[in-house]
């Protein structure tokens, strides 16, 4: 599918969010927000596709990842990234047919944008990261605990030594299937993550995730709609190999009405057989049609 990326700028929400776009500005806004550790280049296959049916997609960079500014603030809680999420589709000219897709991170200011904000989407789209109530016993399960070890890692000081390329691509390795090829997405990452700051930056989200005392009243609202059960129509999608949240802890033999109880009346979840924790880099033809046949109902 031939469609030239291109790379722009814009401010929003205090912040000087660098971004991929492609499409025409005359098309509805896509906007699609990525994960850790990751870059907006995550979107480099699906962006062409939404551009080919008609959407302007735009996927920034993250706050705190380059080349987004760092925050003054230093905030990095859940509902940061949702005020993000809503200033991006105001700067972006953005109307009620805006759809919304989210990776990770990104599942979080998705899930609170389209809370908060209804009017502002049409429809959503969330990949590896299923809504809080769907995660079940998690934090109970050994086998779970261990993939999250970076969690815990995190809120150490050790975190800010050993956030550098090897690390980005033991996690990628990880959460990958056997035998994926993630080299140039290890690249991406760690390029956006390879100042000091921009490592910090990755992660405080991990601290603010485990300590309230980091969050800002500010944006206490936003905060609040991360876990609100939204009125947009959701598509939910999830590896079968996710290396960093088990298939089997969100959908227990395959049956997904976990995650379907806490979508929205209306919503959807599939398994990605095959995919890991980037199923949209594994799977990118099979997603992109799933993506697309949603975003277009």
């Known amino acids: 599918m031939e469609c030239k990326i291109a790379k722009g700028s814009i401010e ?8 991929l776009e492609a499409g025409s500005d ?14 907006a280049y995550t979107w480099r296959h699906l962006l062409p596709a939404l551009a080919a049916a008609g959407y302007r997609a735009v996927a920034p960079f993250a706050r705190g990842y380059a080349p987004t500014s760092v925050p003054a ?15 991006l589709h105001e700067g972006l000219g953005g109307d009620r047919d805006a759809v919304l897709i989210g990776h990770d991170w990104g599942t979080a200011a998705a899930y609170g944008a389209s809370a908060i ?19 079940g016993d998690a934090f109970q399960r050994y086998d779970q605990l261990k993939r999250w070890f970076y969690l815990f ?26 035998g994926a090829d993630i080299a140039a997405d290890v690249s991406y990452a760690a390029e956006s993550l390879a100042a000091p700051e921009n490592a910090a930056a ?7 995730l485990f300590d309230p005392s980091l969050h800002s009243e500010r944006y206490a ?23 960093a949240l088990g298939a089997d802890i969100i959908a227990p033999a395959g049956d997904l009405n976990r995650v379907m109880a806490a979508l929205p009346p209306g919503s959807h979840a599939d398994l990605i057989a095959g995919a890991g924790h980037f ?19």
């Open 279 to 297: 199923p949209h880099l594994d799977r990118p033809g099979e997603v992109n049609r799933k993506i697309l046949d949603w975003v277009s109902g």
């Open 73 to 87: 603030d230093g905030v990095y809680q859940s509902g940061a990234l949702v005020a993000d999420a809503v200033a």
């Open 153 to 178: 890692l995190f809120q150490t000081p050790l975190a800010e030594l050993v956030l550098d390329r090897l690390f980005i691509e033991g996690l990628w390795r990880d959460w990958s299937p056997d």
């Open 221 to 243: 609202r936003e905060q609040e709609a991360v876990a609100a059960t939204g009125e947009r129509p959701v598509l939910y999608l999830h590896g079968t190999e996710d290396g």
């Open 202 to 208: 990755a992660i405080e989200y991990y601290r603010a």
């Open 117 to 135: 904000a209804p009017e502002r989407w049409r429809r959503v789209v969330t990949l590896a990261g299923p809504p809080l109530a769907a995660t």
């Open 26 to 39: 005359g098309g509805p806004l896509a906007l699609c927000l990525h994960g850790f550790p990751d870059s």
């Open 12 to 19: 929003a929400n205090g912040l000087k969010f660098g971004y």
